[in-house]
């Protein structure tokens, strides 16, 4: 029997257009022969619908552009689509509304519906919001073709009904394991649909638990998984398939729509396919790759064409440019460069070879006058006070304002620059670089940028070599530096690794290894940065903590268990200390 894969990118809530996609991988799996096709989790709405599911027409539209598909699907092959579907007794029994779905459609109906047994509620899952939990194995028998009596045994899986394996995980998360539940009931093949979003790491990951889970069961699996952009969240593809053995025998593109077709033996459950060896992707090159879908796909589901950005000479912007020229053609991307008279002369050079090298529009705008003019509007009321932070930060607002006119002016699209490391400690201006609407790598380290970088010139000068070499600055002020204000970037970031990423408490960083008075301030800024971050653009998440859908922090909060070491700080405080520059440069040191 041939079984085909549709690996689609939806876009939420375009219920049309969705189903038109599914209908195009039919029409092309009937002429592959196929008679079983398989589509992504939620593959007609697209994943994750959020707030879309608490209204009622939303899900009229949803059952009635399914019914509409499978009347208009080939009658002779079967699909099984992900959607979602009503709970019609959850007022009698307390439950929520809907369920997380996979229906079969054969024959111009809806043959069966299956729901998704295990709800994610970590990190940027909310599935309890909106589902009640499916109770029951997912079974259903297809014939290898509409005239054989021979017939196989499917079970059906969404998502994260196989990530609570304990042979894997060593652990369980869930009650129930749909997965061994299934093979107690000598099914003949899992499918697995899913919409699993992306961070680095991950595809390797649902690899090595799949493949150890179908070696355990000797069951062979099939994985098919969303890819594209849909706010802050990338879905990389990588759809599969593994032998009862576990080994690898099929596996469609990363970051790409797919389509791929196997055959499988009912009587031996084999793949008629030898197993390959898959190559893990160098980790720059798929960080890259993920950035680029995640911008391509946020511009083009929002209607954008054309984004602009500031360009300052740092590696940062360059980056970002880069990104953007890969992802949306150079001929759309428009750098600013708004040098002050504390911008040396070497970053506007750097900026002038990086727009060369990429070959995108600039224009320069200049910014000494504008300067000027704030100072001498704010000079009565500024009068008699010491030059300091709200001086030096009025040029990123300046920078900031100068960028929001021209995109609401030319419609464009205003991509954030500011990096991971910079949003943790809130290094960084609200209302100036902070101005975006998309954070391209404020979920990407300093030093991953900078490798990112250095993987991008491998093979040619993308990145001015001035660029990577120089120290980071922020040029607020003169021959300012940012490690005036902050530790070096690889200690830095070790940190931040450790307390966002791992949890680990000041206790447990320092006996790391790391300076105890360094962990402290690093934490305390972590901390305190926290109203920043909740005003920031969206960040497109590529690591499994990232500063958005995921992170739920309070702003307004005191932790007793940091009172040891000094962290109880005031709100008020940290206005008027924070931005690209804090009120004592040593404070670091």
Not at 209 to 216: C, E, V
Not at 416 to 431: H, I, P, R
């Amino acid at each position: 029997m041939k079984i085909a894969i549709a690996q689609l990118n939806p876009t939420i809530g375009d219920l049309v257009n969705n189903s038109q996609k599914i209908l195009d991988a039919a029409h092309h799996a009937v002429a592959q022969n196929a008679r079983l096709l398989l589509t992504p989790e939620l593959s007609l709405c697209g994943y994750s619908p959020r707030d879309l599911l608490l209204y009622p027409n939303f899900i009229e539209s949803l059952t009635a552009q399914l019914q509409e598909l499978a009347q208009k699907l080939p009658p002779e092959l079967a699909v099984l689509v992900g959607t979602v579907t009503p709970n019609k007794f959850a007022h009698l029994k307390g439950e929520k509304p809907l369920f997380n779905s996979v229906s079969l459609l054969e024959n111009r109906e809806i043959k069966r519906t299956f729901h998704k047994w295990l709800l994610p509620t970590y990190d940027v899952f909310d599935e309890h919001r909106y589902f009640e939990a499916g109770k029951k194995p997912n079974i259903f028998q297809l014939s290898v073709d509409r005239n054989s009596k021979e017939k196989i045994k499917i079970g059906v899986t969404i998502c994260e009904d196989l990530w609570n394996d304990e042979q894997f995980w060593q652990k369980r998360s869930y009650k129930h394991n749909p997965l061994k539940d299934l093979v107690d009931l000598n099914i003949d093949l899992i499918v697995n649909l899913s919409a699993s979003p992306y961070y680095l790491h991950k595809p390797e990951l649902r690899k090595q638990m799949i493949q150890s889970s179908s070696n355990h069961y000797q069951i062979p699996i099939i994985y098919v998984n969303q890819i594209g952009g849909n706010d802050d969240l990338i879905f990389d593809g990588n759809s599969f398939a593994v032998n009862q053995k576990g080994e690898l025998v099929s596996e469609a593109k990363a970051f790409s729509e797919d389509f791929t077709t196997f055959d499988f033996e009912p009587k031996t459950k084999e793949f008629s396919l030898t197993p390959i060896i898959h190559l893990p992707q160098i980790e720059e090159q798929e960080l890259f790759s993920a950035l680029v879908l995640g911008l391509k796909d946020y511009a083009k589901k929002c209607n954008f064409t054309q984004v602009i950005l500031g360009l300052s000479g740092g590696i940062d912007s360059a980056l970002v440019a880069a990104i953007a020229t890969t992802a949306m053609g150079a001929e759309n991307v428009l750098g600013v460069l708004m040098p002050s008279p504390y911008s040396s002369d070497h970053s506007l050079k750097d900026a002038q070879n990086l727009v060369k090298n990429l070959g995108i529009n600039h224009h320069i705008l200049p910014i000494g006058e504008i300067m000027e003019t704030y100072d001498q509007v704010l000079d009565p009321l500024f009068s008699g006070t010491e030059f300091g932070i709200a001086e030096e930060n009025l040029q990123a607002r300046i920078r900031g304002n100068l960028l929001m006119s021209l995109a609401n002016k030319f419609g464009y699209l205003l991509l954030s620059t500011g990096n991971k490391s910079e949003m943790a400690v809130g290094y960084c201006t609200l209302y100036g670089d902070m101005n975006g609407g998309l954070a391209v790598i404020a979920d990407v380290p300093k030093t991953r940028v900078f490798s990112l970088c250095h993987w991008l010139n491998l093979h040619q000068e993308i990145i001015p070599n001035n660029i990577l070499i120089k120290p980071p600055s922020a040029e607020l002020k003169p021959n300012q530096v940012d490690q005036d204000s902050l530790p070096p970037y690889e200690i830095l970031d070790a940190i931040l690794n450790l307390n966002i990423n791992h949890h680990q408490s000041f206790d447990e960083i320092a006996q790391a290894g790391f300076d105890a008075h360094i962990v402290k301030k690093v934490l305390k800024l972590v901390t305190r940065a926290e109203f920043k971050r909740t005003q920031s653009p969206l960040v497109l998440k590529v690591t499994d903590k990232a500063f958005g859908t995921g992170w739920r922090m309070p702003i307004c909060s005191r932790d007793s268990a940091l009172h040891h070491c000094g962290m109880i700080y005031n709100q008020k405080e940290f206005f008027m200390t924070s931005d690209r520059s804090l009120k004592n440069k040593n404070e670091l040191s």
